[in-house]
């Protein structure tokens, strides 16, 4: 099954990062609200300029990317949990 | 009967997800709070730009969508319960 | 007595929907929340264009429409109890 | 002393409605909150498009309108009660 | 000391009226809530247009104007208490 | 050190308006809470019309403004202690 | 490791102010509620105008700026902490 999603809309997958500390302490919630990170499944058409015209995305499949911890919705597609935000949401793409 | 959303909003008949688990449990709402699915029935004909130019619908009828679960309004059409919201409500196309 | 609204601003007549049941049992409000029928009456000119040009209402007298149940403004024209509303909280035409 | 109204203002004489009932009694104001009828009295040259241009008002002194009942500023000209408001306050031309 | 307003504000000197009755009462404040007469005292060089370009003021030194009595704010040009306001706060022209 | 502001914000230092009355009692604050004066220090090259050109700005270094009191947010450049904020924030210029 | 930040975001590098007197004694968060220095580490491709076409940004890697106490959000990139911010926040540039 594969999920298009609309617009200037991105679907990602998190890149769970490693919550024990070392010494195999799990780091509370609190502790981790820096933005995460995320690997870009796939990217709407873009955004419509004024005239109708289409905007060309930034990012692509395979980008690693930062964004906002509190952005975007939780979608499940073929069974695996995902994430579709707005590019908007997207701060920056990872070399 | 039929019914022609106007501008860009879209009607669109839930799929309703299996609601009971494999041993008979009936799952409460609160767990079950992600974006539904969806089949598009009937498409405006698209918002317009500021130019005044129709812009052209991104779904068509017969396609199955995500939307967002608080997404649209009730309506009733031949007696079947179908709801209308936004083109921009539609989080994506799954193919 | 004719009345013309202004803009793109549509005057309609409500269609009363059966308020009892089968068997006489009159439906009390909180069970009739959804969109209401209506039949267009008259139609302003459309709404402007950032260039000033006029948009052509999607609707015209006598289209059977579903509008949202706390849309447009009573008026009384002529002894009639009218409803005026804005074309954008028409949600679409019945054929 | 004469009264110009800026911009897409529009200056109206309330028409008083008879507030007796046919057996004299005094209708209490939370009875009347439709849209109340007014005469034009002057107008002003219009609002402007985003290129500068004026946009003609569509109503015209002499005319007899519908505005919505908590529309418009109260104004003293020449001893008289009048009200100013924007052209879009006003829902109609009666003809 | 000269004092020009920038864009599209106004600069005006209020008419006091007579607060006085004829038998030589004081109105107190709550009874003159209506808007305020006043001199135009200097305009600024006008709004611009999203396409960069100036518009005229609509009115000009020594015009009196009608304004909302809660517009604008007092300031001080050589001792003397006048008001600065936008041009859209504005209501009219007294000819 | 000399500090550039962006786009249309302009740097201006206050000038102090004397705090004392004649027989040296201290005005408290809430007695001077018209606009203020300042000379304007250095100015950005301009805010940006939709199409992308910048506006050339209405005040230029050295100019004496009024602006709201509440206007504004302190910066120290130099160990001076001056006021950054938005040209639209400045009331006009006193010649 | 590189981080591209995404359209009109500037990620920056604070530069931490002395936070001892002379004497040695720590100032307390309260005391130091004006705008930060920091030094622009990349800058994004720019916004876009309503046509769709780039805004080259105004600041570049390197530059020395003045931005809101409370503006950004926190990032790490290779274990520096450093903000990511819209090139709107950044107050101007210390040359």
């Given at each position: 099954?594969a ?20 010494g195999?302490l ?35 499949a ?34």
């Open positions: 099954m999920f298009k999603p609309l617009h200037d809309r991105v679907v990602v997958r998190r890149v769970e990062s490693d919550e024990k500390t070392a195999g799990i780091i509370p919630d609190s502790a981790k609200e820096k933005p995460s990170e995320a690997i870009v499944v796939s990217v709407g058409e873009g955004a419509r300029k004024d005239s109708g015209e289409l905007i060309a995305p930034s990012v692509a395979g980008d690693k990317v930062l964004f906002g911890k509190w952005s975007g919705t939780e979608i499940t597609v073929d069974g695996e949990d995902l994430l579709i935000m707005k590019e908007s949401d997207i701060l920056g793409v990872i070399a």
